[in-house]
């Protein structure tokens, strides 16, 4: 099946420094990959659809000068965390849906996350 | 934003006893899926329903669907204590594509 793979699984960063994560489609193009954050103990919240050859779309009250996404092939995208603080400290996952697939759910592959502690 | 809440928050149950998960959503939706999550993991997927479907079964979980009351149930039989995990339903709204999550239920089923 889709796999879609995550790095880095854990990171712990510097406040003020940036850091990159990135999302691979393994075995299949997704034009379209999104992003999400996750607090503890809550639910997935969508940050930006990031299109591949064209600027990400970011939900309301997501600063798109922080969070830089670039979608530059088919198969990768990444999220840069830029002069990151501690409350951006949180679960980042990604998705990517293949393209003209319809699997079990209807293409939806999910990464297996980014913990990222901002000190 | 999320599509919708879902109830319980949390759910502790003895090993053995059923669980039962309700989801509600607020627009239209084509499907609605159920993923699980364990602690600080990604998300799987476990089932998915379309919108002209009212019940399905896979091995141990049992959705349901009512498209008029825009809520779903999310039934896992014979609970073990490696079910313990985060339970969330999700849809695409309207014209959108992406998935939008529901509010998750933190399940413990106690060994």
């Known amino acids: 099946g889709a796999v879609v793979s995550q790095h880095p699984s854990r990171v712990i960063c510097k406040s003020g420094t940036s850091v990159k994560i990135e999302c691979r489609s393994l075995?299949?193009?997704?034009?379209?990959m999104f992003w999400y954050r996750q607090f503890p103990k809550q639910s997935l919240m969508l940050m930006a659809t990031?299109?591949?050859?064209?600027?990400?779309?970011?939900e309301q009250g997501v600063e798109k000068d922080k969070f830089l996404i670039n979608h530059a092939s088919l198969t990768l995208s990444t999220l840069t965390v830029t002069s990151a603080h501690p409350e951006d400290s949180s679960f980042y996952i990604c998705s990517a849906r293949e393209v003209g697939r319809s699997g079990a759910n209807y293409g939806y592959t999910f990464g297996s996350g980014t913990r990222l502690t901002v000190v | 934003s999320q599509q919708g809440e879902e109830d319980p928050q949390a759910l502790s149950i003895q090993e053995g006893e059923n669980a039962t998960m309700n989801c509600s959503y607020k627009?239209?939706?084509?499907?609605l899926q159920w993923y699980r999550q364990n602690s600080g993991r990604g998300l799987v997927h476990l089932i998915l329903i379309r919108s002209n479907e009212r019940e399905k079964h896979s091995g141990r979980l049992r959705v349901t669907l009512d498209t008029s009351k825009k809520s779903s149930s999310l039934l896992i039989t014979a609970s073990r204590a490696a079910d313990t995990a985060s339970y969330f339903c999700a849809t695409v709204p309207g014209s959108a594509r992406q998935l939008t999550f529901g509010s998750g239920t933190q399940l413990t089923v106690l060994p």
């Open positions: 990031s299109n591949e050859g064209s600027k990400a779309t970011y």
């Open positions: 627009t239209s939706i084509n499907n």
């Open positions: 075995d299949f193009q997704a034009t379209t």
